[in-house]
């Protein structure tokens, strides 16, 4: 059974930080690409990082560079999107989900990605 767990999420000022964690089972993680995503209310999902098959690359939108950070803990299944210097324009449910996308380029559309976590809701206030 592919499961993808996020958590993690909550309340913050401006400029804190927070630390989300994915953690999957089901599958082996570095067969697949896995990439974070976020949705606002009335917007569309946008992706904003992710590491290809074998983490060999990581990639972040322009919105998030510089201020969000991907890692992982192989030996525990689980992937981490470190967060700093959060703006109220971060606010947003947080999701994790895995593809089977073969390139090295992953920050892509969510329909190549196959199975999602039930989401976290981050909320940075001003």
């Known amino acids: 059974q592919v499961q993808l767990v996020e958590s993690g999420g909550g309340l913050v000022q401006t400029g804190g930080s927070l630390r989300l964690s994915c953690t999957t089972s089901?599958?082996?993680?570095?067969?697949?690409?896995i990439g974070w995503f976020r949705q606002a209310p009335g917007k569309g999902r946008e992706a904003i990082s992710c590491?290809?098959?074998?983490?060999?690359?990581?990639h972040y939108s322009d919105s998030v560079k510089g201020r969000f950070t991907m890692s992982r803990d192989n030996a525990r299944n689980t992937v981490f999107l470190q967060m700093d210097n959060l703006k109220p324009e971060d606010t947003a449910t947080y999701y994790c989900?895995?593809?089977?996308?073969?390139?090295?380029?992953?920050?892509?559309?969510?329909?190549?990605?196959?199975?999602w976590g039930q989401g976290t809701q981050i909320t940075v206030s001003s």
């Open positions: 989900a895995r593809s089977g996308f073969k390139a090295g380029n992953c920050l892509i559309g969510p329909e190549h990605y196959d199975y």
């Open positions: 590491s290809s098959i074998n983490d060999r690359v990581r």
């Open positions: 089901g599958f082996t993680l570095d067969y697949y690409a």
